[in-house]
């Protein structure tokens, strides 16, 4: 953490705690771990049963995940596999009052696919790079609508977490390099031509980490924080260019929207197939995009700062991903936006909101195929998605920017950011921050005209 927020931690220490024990193996590409978690019932309500995500076992990853033991409270328990292996269901008996823990161990085994195809290629090992999001069991969130375990659509995001406090332990080949969510201290070595990071991180959202044997890296420090660039050999000139967006985007986002709280930020060159992905404390960049710009403006920077963008937007500021992308995404895209615009200048700005927004969206009209803003990723076509949440979407905080004035939209994103931060927001809590800005109806008609319809 940044020294100004290092009590943050201190007030997850009552929350859920992960302790994750990982070895990965490259060949086969396979993880082998250990796991501990407590868990306190957070809810007004006594729980009668405890979930676990198996993300490996989705078809957006593409994996296989294997959990060989499970205890409850130091007790062997058999849980109920759901969700076609992707859930396990813990039958609590007695019910978990509010305000009391569990603690689980288990041992699991993962598969890891040597394809790109699934889910973006998020999770895979390919060109020598092991992306291992998600890679341990996880725990969703539990809400008005209770347990949220669906398996979500190969497109879009598919996590929908609480924040909690990671230890994780990466035992690999000495020769290794390690980016993860959080900090890692520099590698012990063991026998065999191996070593064992030990990484921690302040209060996340999920944790990832990504390993290859090639990865070379170049740093920068932004008012504390320390902006890792790992890239792979012959792509030096764009792991500097991405180095440099990722630094000018964070201490822009910092200064408009509220502090990065974290004492480093990691920027990841990977296989994927999408343009980035963002993960708490880390985002990554798709390999072909090292090259050059792509499209009618840079999309290569685009890329890079609208995943530091989701470090506010998703990561510090989380919202149900599978069931209302818009909360981040499209506001993601905006703020990126905005950040073309401090840079390149307004006419620049303009242009690109023409040709990246307007323009996409206006056709999207002329052909019929205008879709309401705010639907789950599984009401939206592969082509639909990008189109209405990417492109409409950023057009609805561009209205109420146009309403706010540049002050007063700022403020909007600055109390939303501050009411919401490391926990769930909704289309609600976006909307009363604008209230406190704009009138209710002002506020609900832009809601309803860009979002609603």
Known sequence: MRPAFAADVTHFLTGTLYAIDLTLTFDPPQVEGRQWVRYINQEQVPLTELYLRLFPNTPAYGGQMQVTELTLNGQAVEPVTELEGSALRLPLDPPLPPGQAVTLTMAFQVTVPEETTAGYGQFSYSEGVMALPNVYPLIPVYDDEGWNVEIAPAIGDAVYSDTALYRVWVTAPARTQIATSGTCGPPRPLDGDRAR???????????????GPDYQVLSTQVDGVQVNSYFLPGDEAGGRQVLETAAAALRDFDRWFGPYPFAELDVVETPTTAGGIEYPGLVVIAEDLYGGSRGRFDFFRWATAHE????WWYSLVGNDQV???WLDEALAQYSTYLFF??????????????????????AVVQAGEDQPVGQPVSA???????????????LFFDALRQAAGDEGFLTILRTYFRQNRYGIATPEALLAAARQVLGEEEVQALYEAWILK
């Open 341 to 362: 615009e401090d840079v390149e200048g307004e006419e620049e700005a303009e242009r690109i909101k023409e040709v990246y927004f307007e323009e996409p969206y206006q």
């Open 197 to 211: 990071w030990t990484c921690v991180s302040g209060p996340m959202r999920d944790f990832v980490v990504i390993a």
């Open 323 to 325: 069931d209302e992308p």
């Open 380 to 394: 939206f076509s592969p082509e639909g998605y990008g189109l209405i949440v990417y492109q409409k979407g950023p």
């Open 308 to 311: 530091v963008a989701h470090q």
